[in-house]
């Protein structure tokens, strides 16, 4: 760490840019993408509908080189730090027409009639325009999946719909990005060959951006204070919502090394830094239960950027992986600049949004066994509407039987408690039994006595406890359903 930096580049387009935050008249480091788009770049494309994550109105695409590629992502701009964008190239619905004309997404749109008032249009056009640059083309549920974090008021989903299936049909075909990927990838790849830390200081604020992950060990240990953030889908709600000034920031969204997937004989690692929407369809085939959870968390721009690490370190009761982390009995592994340790996830939670992490330490991989054969795991997620909500109550289980009996069981809930919460008593109330409904119903009952849930505007107390109950039954039926 020996020569700083205070500026950061990424391609606007194809135009090479610079912010160099050093300079009074420059955005503050936390300036949201959005704002940056809107008020500096004067690009007003983009628009603002929530500031939240929750409506798509401000959705751009970002292209990373990797691997020789470019790859495309659909993002909340309102949610991005602009140290976030560094080393990438910036699309906005600005970008899309070209040589007088428009985008294929573009034009697919307005033969569909998916527009009115228009305010959802730029946000869609997008999203349509992540699903073009797909490596391949989407089945209909991915499509769909690709539309969640999009809200459109007026024009109704079937044309626009009907839009993003004759788009994923495109798929593969040139436009004027795929001509000149080469460029672009060389360009990017030469801002990316600095990886000495971005360490912004203005007025107000201090802005931590470290590549190696032994530079952010450093960093973490100089400054214990500083607020930590991965993908910023849950802290930049402190700034955009609460409107709290964010005064120190370590940012560990660039830290490649974070990001991976490793398969061993019993365990598969997972770093803290992978984004949540390639977790869905690497674990897919291997973690099954995770990726259909992640079907129905946040959003695609959501996913795109919110990571594992983001996820567990916010400690919610509602954390959506949290309850199947703790079914799975994971370990969070943890480093400091001149230490590591596992923890394991049952211990990891001290109290509402509290965990054991010690000041000078970040969460580094999560660590899961490898699910057994004769082993059953399932998460469900009961909340207002399927996609795009947060839980109202949440369950993970993993079950083992031997010879019909109930040989190990983990019961995880979350949003019954301060935090994610085993049902211990309820475990051990079927573990030794017959798997059978009776015995199923008779340990629902202990339900009762094993939560105190909170009334809130979500469900009320008694709600939760009963759809508590009905889950441990969903579980019991599907495993009749589904086999053992
Ligand atoms: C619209 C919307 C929908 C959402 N839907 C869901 C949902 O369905 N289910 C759900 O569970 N959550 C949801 N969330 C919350 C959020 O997206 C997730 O918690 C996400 O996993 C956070 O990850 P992140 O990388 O963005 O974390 P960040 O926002 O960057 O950080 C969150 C917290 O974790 C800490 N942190 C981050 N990385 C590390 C690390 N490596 N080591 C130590 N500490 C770290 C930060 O200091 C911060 O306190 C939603 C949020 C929004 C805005
Ligand atoms: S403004 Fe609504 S998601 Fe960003
Ligand atoms: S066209 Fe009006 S909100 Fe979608």
Not at 64 to 92: R, W
Not at 204 to 229: C, E, G, S, W
Not at 322 to 333: D, F, N, R, S, T
Request: proline fraction near 4%; include cysteine; charged fraction near 20%.
């Amino acid at each position: 760490m020996s020569k700083t930096r205070q500026n950061i580049l990424f391609l606007l387009n194809n135009r090479l840019t610079e912010i160099d935050f050093s300079k009074p008249e420059s955005p503050g480091p936390t300036t949201t993408v959005l704002n940056y788009l809107r008020t500096h770049a004067r690009l007003k494309g983009v628009k603002e509908g929530c500031a939240e994550g929750d409506c798509g109105a401000c959705t751009v695409v970002t292209a990373t080189a990797s691997e020789n590629k470019l790859v495309y992502q659909t993002v909340d701009s309102c949610l991005l730090f602009l140290p976030m964008i560094h080393g990438k190239q910036l699309l906005t619905v600005e970008h899309l027409a070209h040589d007088g004309r428009l985008h294929p997404v573009q034009q697919t749109l307005i033969d569909h009639h998916g527009s009115q008032c228009g305010y959802c249009t730029p946000g869609f056009v997008m999203s349509l325009f992540g699903i073009y640059k797909e490596p391949s083309a989407l089945p209909i549920e991915e499509i769909k999946q690709s539309l969640t974090g999009n809200l459109c008021r007026c024009t109704g989903y079937r044309s626009i719909l009907d839009a993003a299936k004759t788009i994923a049909d495109f798929n593969g075909k040139p436009d004027q990005f795929s001509v000149s990927e080469t460029n672009t990838i060389s360009q990017l790849n030469k801002i990316m060959a600095d990886s000495q830390p971005i360490l912004i200081e203005t007025a107000d604020q201090v802005y931590l951006k470290p590549f190696l992950l032994q530079d952010a060990l450093k960093l973490r240990n100089l400054h214990p204070d500083a607020l930590i953030t991965s993908g910023a889908t849950d802290l930049a709600l402190r700034q955009t919502k609460k409107h709290e000034k964010l005064t120190k920031i370590l940012d560990l969204s660039a830290v490649s090394s974070l990001n991976y997937w490793l398969e061993e004989e019993n365990t598969i690692t997972i770093g803290a830094g992978i984004d949540l929407e390639t977790l869905r369809k690497r674990s897919r085939p291997h973690l099954p239960a995770l990726s259909r959870m992640l079907d129905v968390f946040g959003s695609k721009q959501i996913r795109n950027k919110a990571t594992l690490g983001g996820n567990i370190a916010s400690a919610s009761p509602i954390g959506d992986t949290l309850p199947l982390l703790m079914a799975c009995e994971a370990g969070v592994k943890v480093q400091s600049a001149d230490a590591e340790r596992v923890i394991p996830i049952n211990e990891l939670f001290k109290g509402y949004r509290k965990t054991d992490l010690k000041a000078d330490e970040i969460i580094t991989a999560v660590i899961f066994p490898k699910p057994l054969a004769q082993q059953l795991i399932r998460a469900y997620k009961i909340s207002k509407r399927d996609q795009m909500d947060i839980s109202t109550l949440s369950v993970a289980f993993s079950l083992r039987l031997v010879d019909g009996l109930v040989d190990k069981l983990n019961i995880v809930y979350g949003g019954m408690a301060a935090t994610a919460q085993k049902a211990t008593s309820l475990e051990s109330a079927l573990i030794g039994k017959p798997w059978n409904e009776e015995h199923v119903k008779q340990a629902t009952a202990g339900i009762n006595d094993a939560f105190s849930p909170l009334s809130d505007v979500r469900a009320s107390a008694e709600f939760r406890i009963q759809a508590a109950k009905n889950l441990l039954l969903r579980f019991f039926y599907d495993t009749q359903n589904e086999g053992q």
